[in-house]
Every structure is written in structure tokens, then in C-alpha cells.
């Protein structure tokens, strides 16, 4: 046999075997289609999931000049301070910070309602910081409820009641600081201690209580 003939030979006798499935044939089933507004929900559903991990991601990846801007509330001792030999340098270091914007400052009407009486330097130290720097917090039933527990327990005697709002103040405003240089009535261990003891029992978180001098060498 010639090896042109082989070769055609061969090739008849080779069997090729296959299936084809159609998966649309034999899998695919019709069904009604879903309404546009489910499918709307369930893109906007997705969206915001993809979002809320971005955000974690991102937040877990930020870095020390996307940080939370501290917020920190100040009583009237500090512009006081401003004015004071003793406490001026660390007062006006404190306030420039608020100026810059590189911290938040919270005021309260307390404050707000004792500076009206002081001297106008003093005055002027609190108008110095802009605006939009500056979170206002007003006096609520909650505020003097919480004073009044505070007077209650001991912290500070009923003359001192304004101590004990600057105090309430700061802890429902979510401060993270408590800024004073009242030594005797706030930034004290003992009334500190008495004051953890009822924002516990009540369920909020205590801000940092120090002076001026105390948070700028913590924060540098």
C-alpha cells in the first residue's frame, strides 16, 4: 500500500466520539422577571455596604493629619490665664492651637456668661479664636441634672455650682478634654475620682481633666 493511501487508510478508521450539552437547552429555566424598583434597592443596598468598608479601610489608613480633630472644652480660668503671669504662656499657646484650627474649642454658656463681666483683655482672648473653630453648647435639663448629681456626690459644694456645670458640660458635649487651671474645684484628683465614679454610674465617658500646661506636654 502506498504511504499516500496508508494515511487515508488510517484516518477512516478513526473514530472521533463528543457531546455538546446546550446549557441554555438543558439548564436554563424561564422564570418572571424581577421588579425594577427590588433590583434599584438591592444596587443602593450594595452601594452602601461598598462604601461602609471603603470607609473602614480608609479610616483603618489614615494617617496622623487625617486624625480626629481633638475637642476641648475650656472654662473661663484659661482667658483668665491669658492675663495672669503665672499661666499666660501656656494659656495663649493653647488658644493660638484653637486659631490655627488644630484643635476644637467648646465653649458653653456658662463660660460665655462669666466672661461677660471680665476685664477686656480677658474678653478679648475668647473673641481672638475664629468662629468656625468654636462648638457652642447651651445649657439643657440635662446639663444640670448631671451638675446636680455632681454637687450630690460632692465634687463641689453648692456655691460652686457653675464648677459643676463646666463639668457637665465637657462630659455631654463628648469632650476629650477638660481644660482648666481651677486646681481646687476641677483639676483635682480626688473630685476627679468622685466625678468618674458618676459619669460611670451613669454611663458616660469622663474627658481628660488638666491644665493647659499638663495637655500641651502631653500633646507635643
Given at each position: 500500500?502506498?504511504?499516500?493511501?496508508?494515511?487515508?487508510?488510517?484516518?477512516?478508521?478513526?473514530?472521533?466520539?463528543?457531546?455538546?450539552?446546550?446549557f441554555?437547552?438543558?439548564?436554563?429555566?424561564?422564570?418572571?422577571?424581577?421588579?425594577?424598583?427590588?433590583?434599584?434597592?438591592?444596587?443602593v443596598?450594595?452601594?452602601?455596604?461598598?462604601?461602609?468598608?471603603?470607609?473602614?479601610?480608609?479610616?483603618?489608613?489614615?494617617?496622623?493629619?487625617?486624625?480626629?480633630?481633638?475637642?476641648?472644652?475650656?472654662?473661663t480660668s484659661?482667658?483668665?490665664?491669658?492675663?495672669?503671669?503665672?499661666?499666660r504662656v501656656?494659656?495663649?499657646?493653647?488658644?493660638?492651637?484653637?486659631?490655627?484650627?488644630?484643635?476644637?474649642?467648646?465653649?458653653?454658656r456658662?463660660?460665655?456668661?462669666?466672661?461677660?463681666p471680665?476685664?477686656?483683655?480677658?474678653?478679648?482672648?475668647?473673641?481672638?479664636?475664629?468662629?468656625?473653630?468654636?462648638?457652642?453648647?447651651?445649657t439643657?435639663?440635662?446639663?444640670?441634672?448631671l451638675?446636680?448629681?455632681?454637687v450630690?456626690?460632692?465634687?463641689?459644694?453648692?456655691?460652686?455650682?457653675?464648677?459643676?456645670?463646666?463639668?457637665?458640660?465637657?462630659?455631654?458635649?463628648?469632650?476629650?478634654?477638660?481644660?482648666?487651671?481651677?486646681?481646687?474645684h476641677?483639676?483635682?484628683?480626688?473630685?476627679?475620682?468622685?466625678?468618674?465614679?458618676?459619669?460611670?454610674?451613669?454611663?458616660?465617658?469622663?474627658?481628660?481633666?488638666?491644665?493647659?500646661l499638663?495637655?500641651?506636654?502631653d500633646?507635643?
Amino acid at each position: 500500500m502506498l504511504p499516500g493511501a496508508a494515511d487515508a487508510w488510517y484516518k477512516s478508521r478513526t473514530v472521533t466520539t463528543g457531546y455538546e450539552i446546550s446549557f441554555n437547552r438543558d439548564f436554563y429555566r424561564l422564570g418572571p422577571m424581577r421588579p425594577l424598583a427590588e433590583i434599584q434597592a438591592d444596587s443602593v443596598a450594595l452601594e452602601t455596604q461598598t462604601e461602609g468598608l471603603l470607609a473602614e479601610i480608609m479610616g483603618g489608613m489614615a494617617g496622623p493629619s487625617e486624625a480626629k480633630t481633638c475637642r476641648v472644652y475650656v472654662d473661663t480660668s484659661v482667658f483668665g490665664g491669658c492675663e495672669e503671669n503665672e499661666f499666660r504662656v501656656p494659656s495663649r499657646r493653647l488658644l493660638e492651637r484653637f486659631s490655627r484650627g488644630e484643635l476644637i474649642l467648646i465653649a458653653s454658656r456658662t463660660t460665655l456668661n462669666e466672661l461677660e463681666p471680665a476685664p477686656g483683655p480677658v474678653r478679648m482672648a475668647f473673641d481672638a479664636v475664629p468662629r468656625e473653630h468654636v462648638v457652642f453648647v447651651e445649657t439643657t435639663d440635662e446639663v444640670r441634672r448631671l451638675a446636680s448629681r455632681y454637687v450630690a456626690v460632692g465634687v463641689v459644694g453648692p456655691a460652686k455650682m457653675d464648677d459643676a456645670l463646666h463639668i457637665a458640660f465637657a462630659t455631654l458635649a463628648g469632650a476629650d478634654r477638660l481644660v482648666s487651671w481651677n486646681y481646687k474645684h476641677i483639676v483635682n484628683d480626688r473630685r476627679i475620682g468622685l466625678v468618674n465614679a458618676v459619669n460611670r454610674e451613669l454611663g458616660h465617658e469622663t474627658p481628660t481633666i488638666c491644665t493647659p500646661l499638663s495637655f500641651l506636654d502631653d500633646d507635643s
